[in-house]
């Protein structure tokens, strides 16, 4: 009698699996352990901040969210970050909230096992520094199934907002224009000043706000009327700012926005 034997093999790729939060070591790299490579075309998630500054021990709000409606993901990590230095060091601190947690030692949220539900979107309140930290941005992760995900997209960047205080030497060795009887802690400012050589006028303008769509504009004109100027913008649009520059056709607040361009 003759016996066969027949081996039949299966192969699996290894996911690790974790009870509660991502290990330790995903806090330096931010790459899930799924045995595939993060992808490389274009990250269709973005960071959505509540405002584009940061104050000494704000709150600000924080939303990692699909592009294109309706783009869900199921994991993520959020971190933040100065964008001088490489090391790892506690800016601020996120609210604890359901499904999120931190195995990092710095501000870090991320999902919890009980949290990895398909979601199109998770909003987060982080608490900023009690001091100015300089320049600082949110790097994030985000899972969109075990094969498909995206590793260390940044957002864009928050900057540290000092309180708008008339400058020194205005009215004598700069120009500027401030809202009136104010000195201190003013909603906005205006300055400008010759370079050295007076070819140039550098201009500065600054305004406080407490939503990532905002404004500020400079005309500059012939007359002391609303039209036929010339007009630079600073605009900001879901936190991601631009100058432009554009014409006022006629007097009055008509302002022909067809002619926009970005300088």
């Known amino acids: ?10 192969l699996m790729r290894v996911v690790m699996g974790y009870s509660t939060l991502p290990p330790r070591d995903a806090c330096y790299t931010m790459v899930p352990s799924h045995g595939v490579s993060a992808q490389t075309g274009a990250n269709p998630y973005q960071i959505v901040m509540s405002k584009d500054t940061y104050s000494p021990s704000e709150t600000i709000q924080v939303s990692l969210q699909g592009i294109a409606s309706g783009t869900q993901f199921r994991g993520f990590m959020i971190q933040i970050r100065s964008i001088y230095a490489s090391y790892y060091a506690p800016l601020g601190s ?18 919890q096992q009980t949290g990895q539900v398909d979601k199109p979107f998770i909003n987060l309140t982080w608490t900023a520094p009690d001091k100015n ?12 199934n075990a094969d498909t995900f995206w590793v260390n997209e940044p957002s864009s960047i928050l900057e ?9 030497g205005c009215g004598s060795t700069v120009s500027c224009i401030m809202p009136r009887n104010c000195s201190q802690n003013c909603q906005y400012s ?10 140039v006028v550098e201009f ?18 012939e007359d002391l009327q609303m039209g036929h100027d010339s ?10 700012p631009k100058t432009l520059s554009s014409y006022n056709t006629e007097y009055g ?6 002619n926009l361009a970005v300088i």
């Open 94 to 111: 996120f609210a604890a909230q359901a499904g999120v947690g931190n195995p990092c030692d710095w501000a870090a949220a991320t999902h």
């Open 231 to 240: 007009v630079t913008e600073c605009v900001t649009f879901n936190g991601v």
């Open 204 to 221: 500065e303008v600054k305004r406080k706000t407490s939503s990532p769509n905002y404004y500020m504009a400079l005309g500059f004109s």
């Open 1 to 10: 009698m003759e016996y066969s034997t027949i081996m039949v093999l299966t």
């Open 190 to 199: 205006v300055q400008w000043r010759p370079t050295k050589n007076n070819t």
């Open 133 to 144: 930290v300089g320049s600082i941005l949110f790097l994030y992760t985000v899972v969109q």
């Open 253 to 258: 607040r008509y302002k022909n926005n067809t």
């Open 160 to 168: 540290y907002l000092d309180k708008i205080n008339k400058p020194i």
